[in-house]
T-cell receptor, first 116, second 112 residues
Framework: DTGVSQNPRHKITKRGQNVTFRCDPI?????LYWYRQTLGQGPEFLTY????????KSRLLSDRFSAERPKGSFSTLEIQRTEQGDSAMYLC??????????????FGPGTRLLVL | EDKVVQSPLSLVVHEGDTVTLNCSYE??????LLWYKQEKKAPTFLFML????IEKKSGRLSSILDKKELFSILNITATQTGDSAVYLC????????????FGPGTRLSVLP
C-alpha cells in the first residue's frame, strides 16, 4: 500500500490522559498536514509541515497539542490532558510541492479519537 | 476571512436521478478548487479545477468552475447507491500556511 497511513485507526481514552497518533505520508511527499474533523463538518486545518519544518499552526491547536516530523518523513500528533471536546477524527494528508503547479492532498484513513 | 459554502447540506434522491452539488467560495489569491468524496473514512480525491469553463469528467461525475462568479458545481448523472457519501469542496489559496479551506460538505443519500 503506497498511500497515506495512520495509526491507530481508533483510540478510546479517558479524560486527562495523553494520546499520540502517527501518520506515514506517501514516500516522496514533502508536505504533511493534520486536520481535525467533527461530525457533520469539513476537515479543519490544524498544522502543516514542509519537510521537517512546522510552518504553521492553527489557532485551533491549543498548547495541549503538539506535532512533530523529526526526519521529514512520518509525523506524530500528541494531545496532552485530553478533554471530551477533543473527540473527533484526526486526518493526515500529504502532498508533493512543487511537482504539480497546484497542490493535491491525499488523505490517510484517519484516527478516530473518543475521549470518555 | 476565507470561506467555502456548499449547498445543499443534504440531499436524498433515488437511483437514476441526476444531482447537482454547489460550492461557492471567497478566498484570497485563489489557486484551485478540489472536490472530494468522503464515505465512512477519509476523503478521496475526485477533481481539481483551476480554469473557468473547462469541464472535467470522470464516468458519471463531472465538474466545472466559474472563477468570475466564484463557484463550482459537481454533477452526478444516473446516480447509484454507491454514490451515497459526503462530497467536500476545498479551495486552495496561493499562499503559505493554511492553503486549503474546506466546506462543510453535502451529504448525498441515494435510495434504491
Amino acid at each position: 500500500d503506497t498511500g497515506v497511513s495512520q495509526n491507530p485507526r481508533h483510540k478510546i481514552t479517558k479524560r486527562g490522559q495523553n494520546v499520540t497518533f502517527r501518520c506515514d505520508p506517501i514516500s516522496e511527499h514533502n508536505r504533511l498536514y493534520w486536520y481535525r474533523q467533527t461530525l457533520g463538518q469539513g476537515p479543519e486545518f490544524l498544522t502543516y509541515f514542509q519537510n521537517e519544518a512546522q510552518l504553521e499552526k492553527s489557532r485551533l491547536l491549543s498548547d495541549r497539542f503538539s506535532a512533530e516530523r523529526p526526519k521529514g518523513s512520518f509525523s506524530t500528533l500528541e494531545i496532552q490532558r485530553t478533554e471530551q471536546g477533543d473527540s473527533a477524527m484526526y486526518l493526515c494528508a500529504s502532498s508533493f510541492v512543487p511537482r504539480e503547479p497546484q497542490e493535491t492532498q491525499y488523505f490517510g484513513p484517519g484516527t478516530r479519537l473518543l475521549v470518555l | 476571512e476565507d470561506k467555502v459554502v456548499q449547498s445543499p447540506l443534504s440531499l436524498v434522491v433515488h437511483e437514476g436521478d441526476t444531482v447537482t452539488l454547489n460550492c461557492s467560495y471567497e478566498v484570497t489569491n485563489f489557486r484551485s478548487l478540489l472536490w472530494y468524496k468522503q464515505e465512512k473514512k477519509a476523503p478521496t480525491f475526485l477533481f481539481m479545477l483551476t480554469s473557468s469553463g473547462i469541464e472535467k469528467k470522470s464516468g458519471r461525475l463531472s465538474s466545472i468552475l466559474d472563477k468570475k462568479e466564484l463557484f463550482s458545481i459537481l454533477n452526478i448523472t444516473a446516480t447509484q447507491t454507491g454514490d451515497s457519501a459526503v462530497y467536500l469542496c476545498a479551495v486552495e489559496a496561493r499562499r503559505e500556511g493554511q492553503n486549503f479551506v474546506f466546506g462543510p460538505g453535502t451529504r448525498l443519500s441515494v435510495l434504491p
